[in-house]
């Protein structure tokens, strides 16, 4: 279940955001070493940012996230039909009393 008031469309919707959108704001962070004209973190949109780590001599290491695993998730959430809580109870309903039907065994 989605924290309250979170709704699965603002998900796939964040995703997509993820998946294709630019690290123009990354790379302003990185790349600024003025102090005058050093960029407000709160002002700039780092969501693709994974890891950043500058170095006592000036190297700068940068992670980004994985675009081709949230291209995968988003995929396979689009893909899927959208479940309601009452179909994955039913579900696991129907698994557990397969599994206990079977002797409480999940092998084949």
Do not use: H, W
């Not at 790379?27 to 600024?32: G, P, R, S």
């Not at 995929?75 to 039913?90: F, H, N, S, V, W």
């Amino acid at each position: 279940m989605l924290a309250k008031g979170l709704k699965r469309k603002n998900v796939l919707d964040r995703l997509g955001e993820m998946a294709f959108g630019a690290s123009n704001d990354v790379m302003k962070l990185v790349f600024t070493s003025d102090k005058e004209n050093e960029p407000n973190c709160d002002d700039l949109d780092l969501t693709l940012l994974s890891e950043i780590k500058r170095s006592s001599n000036g190297t700068v290491e940068v992670k980004l996230i994985d675009r081709l695993k949230v291209i995968e998730l988003l995929l396979r959430e689009l893909d899927e039909p959208k479940r309601t809580e009452i179909d994955q109870g039913a579900e696991a309903l129907y698994l557990a009393m397969d599994r206990a039907a079977r002797g409480g065994s999940d092998a084949d």
